[in-house]
């Protein structure tokens, strides 16, 4: 079975973010691999260490400091590594089609089985990218999964909705994007650390085929002051709700 977990680097929470002329300061910020994609590497591994002969294979887009996130991947089991640099993809819809053709030029003509993605990153938290990969790709999509089994032929997943659960029985190829819940994203080793610095990580180069839809032209921090007003009894209240907010 073949198996392709697509990463992306993220800031790490722990960081201090700051701004300057309207754009965000990455100079203390720590960056890391994208925490809803952890599980969808550790989904993969598991299913290659079922399936005798699997192989599991990650790629990104991503600067060259990405290379250290990849060292991960290949620490926590993965197989190979695709790092798609110098690739101004900006957007989802970009990154999305340079994933595709990264994943298309390495498997050359058959997809892999499965392709796993986090839900969501946890900078911009769009959730776009797995299901516009899928439809470039042409194959089948679920995303938000929280359990993944193998029938005798087929495989049925199931994702938490409003109110319930859903649940889907389809055949390979398939991708798949992940949600918390799925599995416990396990720890590397020191032995498998060491291992990952001698394994080869392949760089590829794209272009996306369309011009960025979304461009982010600043940012600020956002200003988290409260106003605070003491009111005497109930009359001043209504009075302050009607002239000053307007609400009845």
């Not at 994007?177 to 396990?186: C, F, V």
Request: one cysteine or more.
């Amino acid at each position: 079975m073949r198996l392709a977990v697509c990463l992306c680097q993220v800031p790490d929470t722990a960081s201090v973010i700051g701004f300057v002329d309207g754009r965000v300061d990455l100079s203390r910020v720590n960056e890391v691999m994208n925490p809803y994609d952890e599980y969808a590497l550790e989904e993969a591994v598991r299913c290659k260490e079922r399936f005798v002969e699997s192989v599991v294979t990650v790629f990104t887009v991503a600067p060259a400091s990405a290379k250290e996130m990849l060292r991960k991947a290949l620490a926590m089991g993965a197989d190979h590594a695709v790092h798609v640099i110098d690739t101004p993809a900006s957007d989802p819809l970009q990154t999305a089609q340079v994933l595709s053709q990264a994943l298309t030029a390495f498997y050359k003509e058959t997809l892999p089985d499965l392709i796993f993605c986090g839900k969501q990153s946890t900078d911009f938290q769009s959730a776009q990218v797995p299901s516009m990969l899928a439809e470039l790709l042409g194959i089948t999509a679920v995303t938000g999964i929280t359990t993944l089994q193998f029938l005798a032929e087929t495989l049925q997943v199931e994702r938490e909705i409003e109110g319930g659960i859903e649940s889907f029985e389809l055949h390979t190829p398939a991708l798949f994007s992940t949600e918390k819940g799925l599995n416990i994203p396990r720890k590397t080793s020191i032995k498998a650390v060491m291992e990952a610095r001698k394994k080869t990580i392949e760089q590829l180069s794209f272009l996306p085929d369309d011009s960025p839809r979304v461009t982010i032209t600043a940012l600020q921090p956002f200003e988290r002051k409260k106003q605070c007003r003491f009111l005497t009894d109930e009359k001043e209240l209504v009075w302050f709700l009607h002239e000053e907010h307007a609400l009845f």
